[in-house]
């Protein structure tokens, strides 16, 4: 079993729509909880973190974790066709590693 | 403020050549960290590096890679003999000295071929 589990999509959605991304984990120890978007070819952008359970909003964007069913979820509110592209979670203990899903195909048709 | 810069972008190689990846973290991050990504697999770590030390290198393959991070001058990857396998996608990424290990920032990347 991966460590941290992500549906590789594709997720093709209307302009407009709200998205929602979801990760399930199995390491209790994780803290820190992060999101990045990646365009094809480029490096990962960091959109969001957020350390422990509870909501974090910026912008379209609203990051939740909760941590008893070891579960993140991203929401894109107004989705747009410049939002298409791989997001990934990623998650770290009290180290320093970031530990990866594998990424879900966004594509938001105009 | 730049951010965190990576080269070459484009690398190809023959099988037992030496390849060397190059990465500049932000201005004012201390701590890089390298990250492969092979295809359709997401990003692996590989090794954790702050200014003329090697935090941990778990996540380096145990023959043939190494990497360094001196005082003067970008971090570099090094992968010798290379084979196919060794094709993939090499990230960099920095973040802030102290606390700010969770804010990880990567670069562009660099291609890696092996022919």
């Known amino acids: 079993q991966k460590e941290v589990e992500q549906d590789p999509g594709p997720l093709s959605v209307p302009e407009g729509a709200i998205v929602s991304l979801n990760c399930t984990y199995s390491n209790s120890a994780f803290q820190y909880f992060m999101w990045y978007r990646q365009y094809s070819r480029k490096g990962p952008e960091l959109l969001m973190y957020t350390y422990s359970s509870g909501n974090k909003e910026d912008g379209r964007f609203t990051a939740q974790v909760d941590k008893s069913s070891k579960y993140i979820s991203l929401f894109i509110r107004d989705s747009q066709p410049s939002d298409s592209a791989t997001y990934l979670c990623a998650m770290m203990d009290s180290s320093y590693k970031l530990i990866f899903g594998s990424g879900t195909r966004l594509l938001v048709r105009p | 403020n730049a951010g965190v810069m990576q080269n070459p972008r484009h690398l190809v190689r023959r099988r037992g050549q030496e390849a060397r990846l190059r990465c500049s973290p932000m201005?004012?991050?201390?701590?890089v960290y390298w990250y492969r990504q092979l295809p359709e697999e997401g990003l692996k770590f590989m090794v954790y590096l702050q200014k003329e030390n090697i935090i941990d290198e778990s996540g380096m393959p145990k023959e043939r890679f190494s990497a360094e991070f001196p005082k003067e001058g970008p971090s570099i990857l090094r992968i010798q003999q290379v084979v196919r396998g060794d094709s993939a996608a090499y990230f960099c990424?920095?973040?802030?000295?102290?606390?700010?290990?969770?804010?990880?920032?990567f670069g562009p990347g660099t291609r890696l071929t092996v022919t």
């Open positions: 990424a920095s973040s802030p000295p102290s606390l700010g290990f969770y804010e990880q920032y």
């Open positions: 201005k004012g991050h201390s701590h």
